[in-house]
């Protein structure tokens, strides 16, 4: 059995991280108890309270299969942060309770008090060139600039960002790690001062046998009424598209508090709301694949080489997950699973 200083129950199938605190980040201390566990092949699971919240990085962190959010219920018990199904302890790991087949726990069902808002998840890979002066970070500032009209304000690899941001001395970190690949946050600024909504999001660098990839996820919060900017997102993936880094950008909106905090309760689920493929898969695609009923492709970027760009859902996201699941049935098939790349 393997064990780390921040864990505080080691079995041989997994770690679990008690945080006893009101507000739960991607801290230096679970970064590496989350890279221990990968080594180890042990699941990774954090025990928090049922009305502690957790941040952006954190949540990005554990969307893994071997990660787990383990949410404490006011009395005995326990339930699944993100799913609200009741989890049970084995002896060896938190799993699925019996009691999860009537649905999911009372607590995680309870409203959520305070003001409602969305976020916009932005999901974009790309793949450089690996040239000498390659510079990282850019498409990330690119997201801040396009959806909230500033740069980042630091950076960092775990919470909190202390980092003033700077895409030269990112990259000078992610050469020095290399092969290995280098997963970082970024945040923007913040406080009641800060004239822009509230930004962050995490960026993973990986050597690929193509170049260089950024894979950056970014969320921005928006108020209760404000339209998703999809606009903007299809100048920034024609851009990308054209000079020919774009792989994939994936756009989803979900209710959600008006900071970039996630208690463990049902909120809202999200819904794709468009996605781009960059110029490589769509060759691959083929135009006469293109186009299924309620997502007909846009040809976006070099006409000569373009992308592909599909809207699947306005704000209110009706029938958003079937046009999404019947565009991914139709592109993956011969050729199509460039779409399903990162």
């Not at 893994?64 to 949410?71: M, Q």
């Not at 050597?207 to 299809?234: D, H, M, N």
């Not at 100048?235 to 598209?241: Q, S, T, V």
Request: hydrophobic share 40%; proline share 10%; charged share 20%.
């Amino acid at each position: 059995m393997s064990t780390h200083p921040a864990v505080d129950i080691a079995t041989a199938k997994s770690a679990v991280v008690i945080q006893d605190r009101p507000l739960v980040p991607l801290s230096s201390w679970l970064t590496d108890a989350m890279a221990h566990c990968a080594d180890t092949g042990q699941a990774f699971q954090i025990l928090t309270p049922h009305d502690a919240r957790i941040t952006l990085p954190l949540r990005l962190a554990m969307g893994g299969p071997r990660t787990r959010w383990v949410v404490q219920e006011p009395d005995d018990g326990y339930f699944d942060g993100f799913t609200g199904f009741p989890l049970t302890w084995d002896g060896a790991e938190f799993v699925p309770a019996d009691a999860a087949k009537a649905g999911p726990s009372g607590t995680f069902l309870r409203e959520e008090p305070g003001e409602r808002g969305h976020h916009l998840l932005v999901g974009l890979r790309v793949v450089h060139d690996a040239a000498p002066g390659l510079e990282l970070g850019a498409v990330a500032e690119d997201l801040a600039h396009a959806l909230a009209g500033t740069a980042p304000r630091a950076w960092g690899t775990a919470e909190p960002a202390l980092s003033r941001w700077s895409p030269s001395e990112l990259t000078d970190l992610c050469r020095r790690r290399s092969p290995r690949s280098t997963s970082l946050v970024f945040m923007g600024p913040h406080g009641p001062a800060a004239a822009a909504p509230p930004f962050g999001g995490t960026l993973r660098v990986t050597r690929v046998t193509s170049g260089v990839k950024e894979a950056v996820t970014f969320a921005i919060a928006l108020p209760a009424g404000a339209e998703p900017p999809l606009e903007e997102l299809e100048e920034l993936a024609g851009r990308y598209a054209r000079t020919g880094i774009l792989r994939t950008l994936n756009v989803q909106w979900t209710p959600a508090l008006p900071d970039l905090t996630y208690p463990s309760r049902a909120i809202g689920v999200p819904v794709p709301l468009a996605l781009g493929v960059g110029p490589e898969g769509a060759a691959e695609i083929g135009t006469g694949r293109a186009s299924v009923p309620g997502a007909d492709a846009k040809e976006i970027g070099d006409p000569a080489a373009p992308g592909l760009w599909f809207v699947l859902a306005d704000g209110d996201g009706t029938g958003a997950w079937s046009r999404f699941r019947d565009l991914m049935d139709h592109l993956a098939g011969p050729g199509g699973a460039a779409a399903r790349r990162g």
